[in-house]
């Protein structure tokens, strides 16, 4: 085996399904470096000092892995050693010479071969290449992924999400500037409203009222849950009246204090969608676990009318009638 060949290399190579030959004297000046084939952005490719360190070690017989090339001999990888040979006025480079790679496909390999040669991508240059994978319709494996570059699962999903959002909502004539400031966070969380029309209400919502990411998950949960779009439209209306004062806040140049309750609102909303018997249908595996969780609801419940009847000056308001609060017993007839 010729000393530049790498198992390594070959294996990545072999495990896309790549068709590759490995060229051991390419021409140095038949290669040459063209935009979109390589993940890492311009400006961190070759670092000087990395090029000066891997010339002073091929001068002293330090033997490297090949770089990688498309057929038209466009670098993929290893242009701190393409540069140093150059450096080093050699006239030849070993290198695999990969066949039918399309610009998508040479990105996604230069990914998983910088994290092995060389210095590590940046968050920055990895979320780019997500971003361009979405948008060119391919399906991100997050955990293969996140295995290559160290990245999160989880935050690269959330890229993503992201991206996803911003074509939808260039598709619903939505401009980036209407939605610019919003993090990646909050557009993950706005992408899975299922309704057109709630998407495009909890969106100006999340804009006007910088609306916290979790607070959209709970707000569009309920309201991808609802019954109609009438009713999801009014799970945002609801929202939107919520954090009416917080608007009238930052409009005037300052941010009122946020209330606790407003994610709980939301929550409370939605049980009162169901009935008694709805709440008792529940599989005997998790009657158990449902049983003790509502009890534990009934009495905070119990203990906040307590409190808002004294605090919220409440006398006049009409105490519910007694079998309008499911008693213990009631809860036990679970089917």
């Known amino acids: 085996m010729h000393p530049s060949a790498s198992a390594q290399t070959e294996s990545k190579l072999a495990a896309r399904h790549v068709r590759f030959a490995f060229e051991p004297n390419l021409d140095i000046n038949q290669i040459r470096d063209v935009e979109g084939n390589q993940v890492r952005l311009s400006e961190h490719r070759a670092p000087k000092a990395m090029v000066d360190r891997y010339a002073e070690q091929m001068k002293a017989g330090a033997i490297f892995p090949a770089i990688v090339v498309n057929d038209r001999h466009e670098i993929v990888d290893g242009n701190s050693?393409?540069?140093?040979?150059?450096?080093?006025?050699?006239?030849?480079?070993?290198?695999?010479?990969c066949s039918d790679l399309s610009a998508l496909q040479a990105r996604s390999l230069s990914v998983e071969l910088n994290q092995s040669h060389g210095l590590s991508?940046?968050?920055?240059?990895?979320?780019?290449?997500?971003?361009?994978?979405?948008?060119?319709?391919?399906?991100?494996?997050?955990?293969?992924?996140?295995r290559m570059t160290g990245v999160k699962a989880s935050t690269?999903?959330?890229?993503v999400a992201a991206k996803h959002f911003e074509m939808r909502a260039a598709r619903d004539g939505i401009t980036i500037d209407h939605f610019k400031d919003l993090a990646d966070s909050v557009r993950a969380a706005l992408h899975v409203a299922k309704l057109r029309a709630v998407f495009l209400q909890v969106t100006t919502l999340a804009v006007e009222a910088r609306v916290p990411a979790a607070q959209l998950k709970a707000i569009i949960t309920e309201a991808n849950a609802a019954p109609s779009e009438a009713d999801a439209l009014a799970v945002v209306a609801r929202a939107r009246a919520l954090r009416s004062e917080d608007v009238k806040a930052i409009a005037a140049g300052f941010k009122s204090a946020r209330r606790k309750s407003i994610g709980s609102a939301l929550h409370i909303g939605g049980l009162l969608r169901f009935e008694v018997d709805d709440l008792l249908d529940v599989s005997p595996d998790k009657q158990v676990e449902m049983f003790t969780r509502m009890s534990r609801l009934r009495q905070r419940l119990d203990g906040a009318l307590t409190r808002a009847r004294v605090e919220w000056n409440l006398d006049d308001v009409a105490r519910p009638r007694d079998r309008d609060l499911s008693e213990p017993r009631d809860l036990m007839q679970v089917r």
């Open 156 to 159: 690269l999903a959330r890229w």
């Open 121 to 146: 991508m940046t968050d920055e240059e990895i979320r780019a290449f997500v971003r361009s994978a979405v948008e060119e319709g391919q399906v991100l494996d997050a955990k293969a992924y996140s």
């Open 81 to 97: 050693r393409w540069m140093a040979a150059q450096r080093n006025k050699r006239e030849t480079i070993a290198a695999y010479v």
